[in-house]
């Protein structure tokens, strides 16, 4: 029995009595030595859509070198460019750039062009530069 004919056989058990966690982990290390589109037919298998776990774990091993790549990219760009493609809401990368943005304004990295992009985003982006700024101002008056 190859690989592929294995995970499907538990996938579909699982499908009715859900995951055992040793069988889960057997699956799971077998991914990496299946072909692409092996990869790819146990993705979209009808069985796999309740293992959220094991269907993480194949986009990963599909996709890892353009999840690498696209941290790189936006770690990368100049604060400027950032803010232009976190503007952008339907770009993919807002969560990523987000978090990009708040470790340059903890480090003091272009403090008030983040502090402005955030002010002008969502609830939650203004309420975090809020609080940076309050510590800001509590720490320079002790």
Not at 23 to 37: G, T
Not at 41 to 69: H, M
């Amino acid at each position: 029995m190859s690989d592929l004919e294995y995970i499907l056989r538990q996938a579909k058990k699982s499908h009715f009595s859900g995951w055992d966690a040793k069988e889960l982990r057997k699956c799971v290390d077998m991914l990496p030595n299946l072909s692409r589109e092996d990869l790819f037919k146990l993705y979209r298998s009808k069985w796999i859509d309740d293992g959220k776990t094991i269907k993480e774990t194949i986009f990963n091993v599909l996709f890892a070198d353009r999840l690498g790549k696209r941290e790189e990219r936006i770690k990368g760009l100049e604060t400027p460019e950032l803010i232009e493609e976190y503007k952008d809401k339907h770009s993919g990368n807002v969560s990523l750039i987000r978090s990009e943005m708040q470790e340059r304004y903890k480090a003091g990295r272009d403090c008030v062009a983040i502090a402005d992009a955030f002010h002008n985003s969502n609830k939650s982006d203004h309420e975090w530069i809020t609080k940076q700024e309050k510590k800001g101002e509590d720490e320079k008056k002790q």
